[in-house]
């Protein structure tokens, strides 16, 4: 770890991100532009992401998959919208095995028309339905402009594939796995999130309807954290996924797709980041508690490793680390765990080995608010409730921040100046050109139309007109 100091969020956000996920080792650029190399801690964040994920994907019978990584060019070209919506972003092979192919393959950039094609040949009568289909996987999208995490060429992701006998089925399962996201979110990530319908503009490409749940950086920017589709019969109607009803009538089915990406590691750095590196979620963190021994002599060495050796046995069940390093400082230590997110430290001198103690460090609350005594009696019992404070309290001043910089503008001059530091909740009309104009004016976008409404009507921020529901307009990520 270098000694020198993070940039600071106030002075240079950017910077501080991406010096914050290198140091860390959360990520690194790879050889390729755009493209990145996920270091083991990233790694292993991904992964209790995928666990708290996969856990409740099952739960409700979703079942795992693998489709291929190549898709035909022909594939995507059936579906009209989609292919316009990606082509700027595929990657496509057009040589394999030094002859020029006769279809070019596109790496993928998602799975609907693959899927979509297996399902065809899968599905064949309403006993068939539902099918309920995950699969966790990399993709490619040919970004221009790109940052580790947030927007890389090459990312990780898991997408959720299913097809239903009817439209009302399709549309509860897209918002039942929307629900699913933002429990996620919330109670693991410690990251609020706002439930809502993207608009026709925003929307994923041969989408009926996009829901999203969208966060609040720290920077006061948006970010997409996860999204679900309701795709109607566009992409059952382009690959032909039919069944015969019980009436024995051919049917077309209708489809959804969902999906949350290595992109919500981004979400969590910049949801509870400090001055002094990540702060992450107990329930997510790759390792939830370091113990740093303190000692000056071989005689306090020896008694305070017994009594860390017996600490660690007690709290084995947690996500644990030692940090029995000689060569740097307990005052290095520390600063390189803050640095790292650990969400609590323990402390064990030779002061505590003889009061029967250990001394607690909240990396939520820095400096001598976060610090307290334990003993070590019921030390396992102590953990976890520390562990669920700290999960807690960074839910809460995520919550309080956001609604903190969200404003209720009350004219369009209004609106252009709240976008420039914070969400703006407003009335719209739902017209695509008031939509474009503060798009053009702000360079912010409707982030979502929220379920939750005030209800009642009001004039659009942008035009006057007669509105029904409120969005939030932000920049984003």
């Given at each position: 770890m270098s000694d020198e100091k993070l940039p600071l969020r106030s002075e240079n956000y950017s910077e501080w991100y991406n010096t914050l996920v290198q140091r860390a080792e959360l990520a690194d650029y790879a050889p390729v532009r755009g493209c990145m190399v996920v270091r083991p801690y990233g790694w292993s964040l991904w992964?209790?992401?995928q666990q708290a994920l996969d856990r409740r994907f099952k739960a409700t019978?979703?079942?795992?998959?693998?489709?291929?990584l190549f898709i035909p060019m022909s594939f995507l070209e059936k579906e009209k919208a989609h292919v316009e919506g990606f082509s700027p972003e595929l990657a496509v092979v057009t040589i394999g095995g030094g002859e020029t192919l006769e279809e070019p393959l596109v790496v993928r950039p998602t799975s609907e028309t693959v899927i979509g094609y297996m399902y065809s040949k899968w599905i064949k009568s309403y006993r068939d339905l539902p099918v309920l289909i995950n699969q966790w996987a990399n993709v490619v999208r040919w970004e221009m402009r790109t940052r580790l995490f947030l927007r890389t060429l090459e990312f990780f992701w898991q997408e959720g594939h299913t097809a239903h006998a009817t439209s009302e089925e399709a549309e509860a399962e897209t918002r039942r796995m929307l629900d699913v996201y933002a429990d996620f979110a919330?109670?693991?990530?410690?990251?609020p999130v706002i439930s809502g319908r993207k608009s026709e503009k925003e929307k994923f490409a041969g989408a009926v309807n996009s829901y999203t749940i969208e966060a609040m950086?720290?920077?006061k920017r948006a970010l997409q954290s996860g999204t679900s589709h309701f795709l109607g019969q566009n992409f059952a109607k382009a690959f032909n996924i039919q069944y015969l009803d019980p009436t024995n009538t051919l049917q077309y089915c209708w489809t959804t797709s969902w999906g949350l990406s290595t992109r919500f590691i981004g979400a969590i750095i910049m949801t509870h980041g400090d001055?002094?590196?990540?702060?992450?979620?107990p329930k997510l963190a790759p390792i939830q508690i370091v113990i740093v021994p303190i000692y000056k002599n071989e005689d306090e060495r020896v008694k305070v490793m017994t009594a860390v050796a017996a600490v660690t046995e007690?709290?084995?069940?947690?996500?644990l680390k030692v940090d029995d390093r000689q060569e740097v400082t307990p005052g290095f230590k520390f600063n390189d765990w803050e640095m790292r997110g650990v969400p609590l430290r323990i402390e064990?001198?030779?002061k505590d080995v003889e009061k029967g103690s250990v001394a607690f460090?909240?990396?939520d609350a820095p400096g001598r608010a976060g610090k307290s005594f334990v003993p070590r009696d019921r030390l396992a019992q102590r953990v976890a409730e520390m562990l669920q404070t700290i999960q807690t309290s960074l839910h809460e001043k995520a919550l309080a921040f956001r609604k903190a910089n969200t404003h209720e503008p009350g004219d369009y001059a209004e609106l252009c100046q709240v976008v420039e530091d914070g969400f703006a909740f407003a009335w719209w009309c739902g017209r695509a050109e008031c939509e474009a104009k503060v798009k053009e004016d702000t360079k912010a976008t409707t982030r979502c139309i929220p379920f939750e409404q005030p209800g009642g009507e009001g004039k659009c921020i942008v035009c006057g007109a007669q509105s029904s529901e409120k969005v939030i307009f932000a920049k984003a990520y």
């Open positions: 992964e209790n992401i019978g979703h079942v795992n998959a693998a489709f291929p919330i109670n693991d990530g410690a990251v950086m720290g920077d001055d002094q590196g990540l702060v992450l979620p007690e709290l084995k069940d947690f996500r064990i001198g030779p460090a909240r990396r």
